[in-house]
């Protein structure tokens, strides 16, 4: 089957939809990726044009098709210790400080495939053990958020882990699971995985220590990151610190929040 092409006006129709949807901005470069992403959905189908795809994501009848679209535009490439200087941050700043026997609880708030949240419990079970410490992680994307929960992943996506945590935390694949990696079930078990969409209203979360948002908001249009930012904040304790990507600022978007570091927040 030959390749279906995109037109201008459909892909304006998407751009439209995802905004609505997610709060995603698509930039016109984001033209080749749209189409590339859902042309295998059309096929599925056996649609001729992207217009007959939308109208089919937008008639009513096929919430879980317009999950499959969401999930496609919005999967993100992500990998362990992305960005270490705010592990490094939470290790050596926040953690230090924290009280013995108190609880704590981080939200890894794009969370991807698994990767963030995973590795910042790693960070937490070495400092705080067995004791009550928690990681919240949201997703749009269902598709990502289960392999998430599985903690499963090949050994090249894990270079970012030390060899000290891969020994503490991880299972080396042997046999026909050769070249995988299984974050072991004991810290599998401190991530609780969560559909959420940043860009409506927010589950019954709790309160966080820290939250982490990082590499998100660059796909947001300037009123979108406010109003996901506003909808965060009551969720972040008082004292509380709140990561974005280095790339990423929260200059204009909220000024209740002192910059503490690069990328780094803390709530007064």
Same mark, same amino acid.
């Given at each position: 089957?030959?390749?279906?092409?995109?037109?201008?006006?459909?892909?304006?129709?998407?751009?439209?939809?995802?905004?609505?949807?997610?709060?995603?901005?698509?930039? *016109?470069?984001?033209?080749?990726l749209? %189409?590339?992403?859902?042309?295998?959905?059309?096929?599925?189908?056996?649609?001729?044009?992207?217009?007959?795809?939308?109208?089919?994501?937008? &008639?009513?009848?096929?919430?879980?098709?317009?999950?499959?679209?969401?999930?496609?535009?919005?999967?993100?490439?992500?990998?362990?210790?992305?960005? *270490?200087?705010?592990?490094?941050?939470?290790?050596?700043?926040?953690?230090?400080?924290? =009280? @013995?026997?108190r %609880?704590?609880?981080?939200?890894?708030?794009?969370?991807?495939? &698994?990767?963030?949240?995973?590795?910042?419990?790693?960070?937490?079970?070495?400092?705080? &053990?067995?004791?009550?410490?928690e !990681?919240?992680?949201?997703?749009?994307?269902?598709?990502?958020?289960? =392999?998430?929960?599985?903690g499963? #992943?090949?050994?090249?996506?894990?270079?970012?882990? %030390?060899?000290?945590?891969?020994?503490? #935390?991880?299972?080396?694949?042997?046999?026909?699971?050769?070249g995988?990696?299984?974050?072991?079930?004991?810290?599998?078990?401190? !991530?609780?995985?969560?559909?959420?969409?940043?860009? =409506? *209203?927010?589950?019954? $979360?709790?309160?966080?220590?820290?939250?982490f $948002?990082?590499?998100?908001?660059? #796909?947001?249009?300037?009123?979108?990151?406010?109003?996901? !930012?506003?909808?965060?904040? *009551?969720?972040? =304790?008082? &004292?509380?610190?709140?990561?974005?990507?280095?790339?990423?600022?929260?200059?204009?978007?909220?000024?209740?929040?002192?910059?503490?570091?690069?990328?780094?927040?803390?709530? @007064?």
């Amino acid at each position: 089957m030959s390749t279906i092409i995109i037109s201008d006006q459909e892909f304006s129709q998407f751009q439209g939809l995802i905004h609505q949807l997610a709060g995603i901005h698509l930039s *016109p470069a984001k033209k080749a990726l749209v %189409s590339g992403r859902l042309e295998k959905r059309l096929k599925q189908y056996r649609l001729g044009s992207y217009a007959e795809y939308f109208k089919l994501l937008t &008639g009513g009848h096929n919430t879980d098709e317009l999950q499959v679209a969401v999930d496609l535009l919005t999967t993100n490439e992500t990998y362990f210790f992305r960005e *270490p200087k705010h592990f490094d941050f939470l290790r050596t700043k926040i953690l230090a400080g924290h =009280k @013995p026997g108190r %609880s704590f609880r981080v939200w890894s708030a794009a969370c991807s495939s &698994g990767e963030e949240p995973y590795s910042i419990a790693m960070v937490l079970a070495d400092h705080l &053990g067995e004791g009550p410490w928690e !990681v919240m992680a949201t997703d749009i994307s269902t598709r990502v958020l289960e =392999k998430a929960r599985a903690g499963h #992943y090949s050994l090249e996506r894990t270079s970012g882990i %030390s060899k000290e945590h891969l020994t503490r #935390y991880c299972l080396k694949g042997v046999g026909a699971q050769e070249g995988t990696l299984l974050v072991e079930r004991k810290l599998r078990g401190r !991530v609780n995985f969560i559909h959420a969409n940043l860009s =409506k *209203p927010l589950p019954a $979360l709790g309160e966080f220590d820290v939250i982490f $948002l990082r590499n998100v908001m660059i #796909y947001f249009d300037m009123a979108t990151k406010r109003q996901v !930012v506003q909808r965060m904040l *009551p969720l972040l =304790k008082s &004292g509380g610190h709140f990561m974005v990507g280095h790339s990423e600022s929260l200059n204009g978007v909220v000024d209740t929040l002192q910059a503490v570091s690069p990328a780094i927040y803390r709530k @007064p």
